[in-house]
């Protein structure tokens, strides 16, 4: 047998098995083929009969030939492997390694993380004398930590629970998955459209007929669902992500009387980015006026910590809760016990509020300063402009967005076109969401002078 060894010896035993790998996988040793004995394979290509044993050994193990007895070593029949033409995958995304200016949803203020405070309380929360923290932990989560949160809504959102109704998880899609098996297999699932859910194939991967519903100035508009009894309802009252739109309070108490109606009918109401509202005071939550028991409550520390924490959370009304202990008991946590207890002496010593009154003036700064770079630009229009940490804004249509899109990634900057949370992924070509958390104020300004200059390039008239 011919074998094209590299000069490089080092590595003699992995080079070995990999060729006759590859010739088999290729079927330039073809099905029942016998292999050269042990023997002289190691006098053909001068090396050692163990390497050639152990490279026969392995090819065996792994079912790549079979030996027989007295015989010798054959080869066995291998599919062919199906080779996708990753050249005709290739689309217009960058590879992520490669973003030099990322204006995704995605991070947060990396520099203005809370480095030594959550060192200090990491280091806490491993202590000896805890023997419970070694355990695989409740089902619901770390009760410290829950109650810290209980606290922590009242105070923030004017929501009263108690801790038990508590949730925690390690995402807000595994909380989603939860109340998918705590609902009735009629259950039908309605979505803002465009919204995150319509993002992250998560959501709606399993479900046969996800409802997209459209939203006016006021908020989700719901009169597709008036004759539907069994269905639960995802909203973004307080931003609608992606658009921006607050949710009127008419609005939200016609939400709240329509799901009123069936003991069925539930709303989920995720809270993702209530802390960062610059001006004002936030809107009152859903579930601050939810008098029927009837919204489950989301939030999660990713957008407010950073996305390595994995913690979520969700508030169950009662009926929903009773479920739920007598069917997932037996679960396992799927966050860390040191992490929850980190987190929750965290927000029991006031640095969490410290923190987040500390990155909403940073944010807001950020968040100033992007608009005002971008009123610069003549061919940019703001639908909205909530003030957030996503910027909606629309390119005009004497811009070919196609050369746009191809200009950005050739510049390394990354943009997150509208469609990608629509129910059909189209007809918003030219309208893109701008995230600026992870960016400090000289990417902001470089990213917008390329966005400026992609324009440029990119006029048709």
Known sequence: MYLNLPNDKKYLYEQIYEIIKNKIINGEIKEDEKLPS???????INVSKNTIKKVYYKLEEEGYIYAKD???????????????????????????????????????????????????????????????????????????LRKAIKTYLKNSRNINTNSRNIIISSSTEHLFSMIKKLLTDQTLFAFENPGYAFGNKFYTYDLKNPIPLDLDDEGVKIDKL??????????????????GTVMSIQRRIELLNWASLSKDRYIIEDDYDSEFKFKGYPIESLKAMDKNSDVIYFGSFSKLIAPSMKISYMVLPDDLLKKYENNFKDLSNTVSNFLQKALASFIRSGEFEKHINRMKNIYYKKFNFIVKKLEEIEEISFPTKADSLNLLIKIDESVDIRKFNEVLNEKSLRLINLNRFSFRKAGKENYFILGFANLNKKEIDEGIEIIKFAIKKSKMY
């Open 70 to 144: 007295k015989s010798g070593f054959y080869c066995r029949k291998i599919d062919d492997l199906i080779i996708l033409n990753k050249k005709e995958l290739k689309n217009n995304k960058i590879d992520d390694e490669k973003i030099k200016y990322d204006f995704s949803i995605s991070g947060v203020d990396y520099d203005n993380f809370p480095y030594k405070v959550m060192q200090k309380y990491m280091r806490e929360a491993i202590d000896k004398d805890d023997i419970k923290i070694l355990d695989k932990g409740s089902y619901k989560g770390y009760e410290p």
């Open 226 to 243: 008036t004759d539907l009894n069994a269905l639960c309802l995802f909203v973004t009252p307080f931003h609608q992500f992606p658009m």
């Open 38 to 44: 042990i023997r002289n394979l190691s006098k053909d």
